[in-house]
């Protein structure tokens, strides 16, 4: 049984840093894309940014270039998101999400087969 668990997430204030996790089990993800993306109460879930386990090339969000960094370790089964100099509208669960078929996308859910739970993540002054 596949399952992705977040962790992390935290209240920091505006320009703050937090690493998220995502460990899985029930799979190897050296061979997937592992997205995150984040939701907040009344809008739709973004996506954020992407690995592919297999070659280690990511792609970002437009708002979180130069900001976030998402990264891999096939040894440990885990990927992070390093998310640096954080802003208030980086407030909201964020989900991490494993795609068995390879794409030229990052945000579109319906490619992602496996989601976690979430971790918040609050930033507020």
């Known amino acids: 049984q596949v399952q992705l668990m977040e962790s992390g997430g935290d209240s920091v204030q505006p320009g703050g840093s937090l690493r998220l996790s995502c460990a899985a089990s029930?799979?190897?993800?050296?061979?997937?894309?592992i997205g995150w993306f984040r939701q907040v109460p009344g809008k739709e879930r973004e996506g954020v940014s992407k690995?592919?386990?297999?070659?280690?090339?990511?792609m970002y969000a437009d708002s979180v270039k130069g900001r976030f960094t998402i990264s891999g370790d096939n040894s440990r089964n885990s990927v992070y998101l390093q998310m640096n100099s954080l802003k208030l509208e980086d407030t909201g669960v964020y989900y991490c999400?494993?795609?068995?078929?390879?794409?030229?996308?990052?945000?579109?859910?319906?490619?992602?087969?496996?989601w976690g739970r979430g971790t918040q993540v609050t930033v507020s002054s």
């Open positions: 029930g799979v190897a993800l050296e061979h997937y894309d």
């Open positions: 999400a494993l795609g068995t078929r390879p794409t030229r996308t990052y945000g579109l859910q319906a490619n992602y087969d496996y």
């Open positions: 690995i592919s386990m297999s070659d280690g090339s990511t």
